[in-house]
Structure formats: C-alpha cells, structure tokens
C-alpha cells in the first residue's frame, strides 16, 4: 500500500514497534516566500536546479500549469492575498508525499502518464476540499517513486485555513490508495503485484 505522509518523516520497524509505525514533524511553511519555493521545489523548477533529473511528470488542479510554474505561483497567491495571508500570518502551504513500492509502479506500466493520473487523480481530492494544489512525481535511487503535493493553506472557497490531523492523513491515504489501484487495473490489468525482472531498480522512461 503507498503511504501518505510529510516529507519528514521517521519510519519505525515494526520489530521495533509491535506495529507499522509513522511520525511525523511538524514543518511550518510561514514565510513569506514559501508558497514560491515549495511549489519551484516539487516542479524540480528552483534556479540553478541540481536535481531536475528526479521529476517524471508535475501538473495542478486550481491552478493553470499548462504556461509556467510561475503562473501557479501567482494563483496561488492570489488566493491567499484576497483573503488577507499577511494580516492573519501562519501557515502558507502544505506539503504531503505519497510513497509508491516498486511493485506498485510496475502495475502502472512504469508509465509517466498512469504515474501523472495518478498525481492528478490526488490533486483533485485536495481541489474538493477547497485548495489548490500542485503536485510531482520524483523518482530517486534512495527514495524511489514518490509523488510531492503543494496544497494552498487558504481555502479558495471560503477563506478558511485548513488544518490536518494524523487521522485525517490516514484517510486521504486510503482515498489515494483507491485511485491508485484503479489507475492500475486500467494500465495492466494487474491484481497481483507484478514480478520484477529487474529489482534493483525501477526504470520510468520520461
């Protein structure tokens, strides 16, 4: 199952916890520059990029990324200045990693496209809430496939800010589990989990 989380978590073994254990830290996006640098970070679009190689796909819901990354910059902040950010302060942004096993990609075909439905697909679960969103697919030796999702704090709706909790976390996990497996079955067909050929490694052809 991929597991939903913030970018900094810790995992525990379960030899060492009885059970699958997450935690997570609380990473506060309050600066003013941070919807910029979050959104340039999960394009892979910061200046003097070192790590453009990692991304796969980005796209948005609530946003246009069909010009530049800059354009979803300034919708975003849009949002957030009509509805007063600076006077109220907090946070900015919210940032979550969907983390994809091997096996799983397999059964999307290692297809950037099934991988780009599936971030999209996701997206609009934060959309329907009320938030913009911005999402990218990495894939890094160390961490393999993962899938970044920048989420405007303000909600385009309403003004509210929005605020997560753990339980919540779990069930937005569960939510893109199940958009995940149906992007699968439509790629491969597959139920199982696919045996790899090569396990050392996941090959996505851009």
Not at 98 to 109: F, I, K, M, S
């Given at each position: 199952?991929?597991?939903?989380?913030?970018p900094?978590?810790?995992?525990?073994?379960?030899?060492?916890?009885?059970?699958?254990?997450?935690?997570?830290?609380?990473?506060?996006?309050?600066?003013?520059?941070?919807?910029?640098?979050?959104?340039?970070?999960?394009?892979?679009?910061?200046?003097?990029?070192?790590?453009?190689?990692?991304?796969?796909?980005?796209?948005?819901?609530?946003?246009?990324?069909?010009?530049?990354?800059?354009?979803?910059?300034?919708?975003?902040?849009?949002?957030?200045?009509?509805?007063?950010?600076?006077?109220?302060?907090?946070?900015?942004?919210?940032?979550?990693v969907?983390?994809?096993?091997?096996?799983?990609?397999?059964?999307?075909?290692n297809?950037?496209?099934?991988?780009?439905?599936?971030?999209?697909?996701?997206?609009?679960?934060?959309?329907?809430?009320?938030?913009?969103?911005?999402?990218?697919?990495?894939?890094?030796?160390?961490?393999?496939?993962?899938?970044?999702?920048?989420?405007?704090?303000?909600?385009?709706?309403?003004?509210?800010?929005?605020?997560?909790?753990?339980?919540?976390?779990?069930?937005?996990?569960?939510?893109?589990?199940?958009?995940?497996?149906?992007?699968?079955?439509?790629?491969?067909?597959?139920?199982?989990?696919?045996?790899?050929?090569?396990?050392?490694?996941?090959?996505?052809?851009?």
């Open positions: 199952m991929a597991i939903l989380g913030m900094s978590r810790n995992r525990e073994t379960k030899e060492q916890t009885g059970e699958n254990a997450v935690h997570y830290k609380k990473k506060n996006y309050t600066n003013l520059d941070a919807v910029e640098n979050l959104i340039h970070y999960v394009t892979r679009t910061r200046e003097n990029e070192d790590r453009a190689g990692d991304l796969i796909a980005y796209g948005a819901v609530g946003a246009d990324y069909f010009h530049t990354v800059d354009d979803m910059i300034q919708q975003f902040l849009y949002v957030q200045n009509v509805n007063g950010i600076n006077s109220r302060g907090g946070r900015r942004m919210y940032h979550e969907l983390n994809l096993l091997d096996w799983e990609v397999e059964r999307l075909a297809s950037p496209e099934w991988l780009w439905d599936v971030g999209m697909g996701c997206s609009q679960v934060y959309y329907q809430m009320g938030h913009q969103a911005v999402f990218g697919v990495h894939w890094e030796p160390e961490k393999r496939c993962h899938i970044h999702f920048a989420v405007n704090s303000i909600n385009f709706i309403d003004g509210r800010k929005w605020h997560t909790s753990m339980p919540e976390i779990k069930g937005r996990e569960a939510v893109f589990n199940e958009i995940l497996c149906r992007c699968q079955i439509m790629a491969t067909g597959a139920i199982e989990p696919l045996i790899f050929l090569n396990e050392s490694k996941v090959s996505v052809d851009a």
